[in-house]
């Protein structure tokens, strides 16, 4: 007697049973067989139903991350609080920045896009501008070239190299440096994410060989983050480990911990930006009991 044994099944839904069919076709019973053939045809439909589906699934999750990558390209903000990162203002445009800050202090500059990939700024401002007592202006303006030589993608960061000459805060004559130094020579790394809005992440080091009267002009490191809260509201902390700001005991210079600071940002208007910084949270200065309060205003248009 003819005997075959074989079963074919898709998950849990079985497409044929080979003994099945042969036993009917020898024992003539031709309705089994019919019905068994009327089985398998409605369980391959539904199996290719279930594979109809399961394409359409993985289509859509295979577009669905490159889109999302392709989108995650955002323009970076050009700094955080203090410290650069690897954003640049676009080609054509200019930046106008006004920084208010402890002491009457203030602090203007501006910037221009010469290219899609190069910007230029200079800055100047000085203490006790505001307020009734004698101005202390600082020495010279500041000067900030940024050129941004790797463009952001879906698996690399933005890579830029740039110098900035100013510093924050006073410039005390007998040291010939700024309360915090400038950044100097630095090169920077900016990545975008998405995570419930547009999330960057920026790291950097740098080189100050100008500000180095006080025998301190050691290399040193940056980190930072921008975090959208809504289309209006952003938040930036950075950490500036300040390795060349460590080894005074002057007052207000920095004692060895580092620089963090923190910043709420709103756009008030389009291309009108109004900041509220908190600066030196880890109270990194000598004789200084808290930390500062700030404001900074920025505005973007085109030429």
């Given amino acids: 007697m003819f005997a075959c044994k074989y079963r074919i099944t898709f998950g849990q839904c079985q497409i044929f049973d080979v003994d099945f069919m042969w036993k009917n076709i020898l ?45 995650s390209v955002y323009p970076q903000p050009i700094t955080l609080v203090t410290v650069p990162t690897a954003g640049i ?62 463009e952001e993608s879906t698996k690399l960061p933005a890579l830029l190299l740039g110098f900035n000459s100013q510093g924050q805060g006073a410039y005390i004559d007998t040291l010939k440096r700024y309360d915090t130094k400038a950044i100097g020579f630095y090169l920077v790394a900016s990545k975008n994410y998405r995570f419930l809005g547009n999330m960057g992440v920026h ?50 210079l920095g004692k060895g911990l580092g620089y963090l600071n923190a910043g709420i940002r709103w756009t008030m208007v389009q291309r009108f930006h109004l900041e509220v910084d908190f600066n030196n949270i880890l109270l990194n200065r000598n004789k200084i009991d808290h930390f500062n309060r700030e404001l900074k205003f920025t505005f973007v248009e085109f030429f």
Wanted: glycine share 10%; proline share 4%; no cysteine.
């Fill in 27 to 71: 024992t003539g019973n031709m309705f089994a067989f019919i019905s068994g053939s009327m089985y398998i045809h409605e369980n391959m439909r539904v199996i290719m139903k279930k594979l109809h589906i399961f394409s359409v699934i993985m289509i859509i999750l295979a577009q669905i991350p490159v889109k999302s990558q392709e989108q």
């Fill in 203 to 252: 790291a950097g080091i740098n080189y100050n060989p100008m500000e180095n009267e006080d025998g301190d002009d050691d290399p040193s490191f940056f980190v930072g983050l921008d975090k959208d809260l809504n289309p209006e509201i952003s938040f930036v902390v950075e950490y500036n480990a300040a390795f060349n700001d460590n080894e005074t005991n002057v007052r207000r």
């Fill in 89 to 150: 203002i676009p080609r054509g445009a200019y930046l106008a920045e006004f920084r208010l800050f402890s002491g009457g202090g203030v602090l203007a500059g501006i910037s221009a896009g010469i290219s899609q990939r190069f910007m230029f700024g200079v800055s100047y401002g000085g203490a006790r501008i505001i307020g009734d007592q004698i101005i202390q202006w600082h020495k010279q303006p500041g000067v900030e070239v940024k050129y941004r030589f790797i």
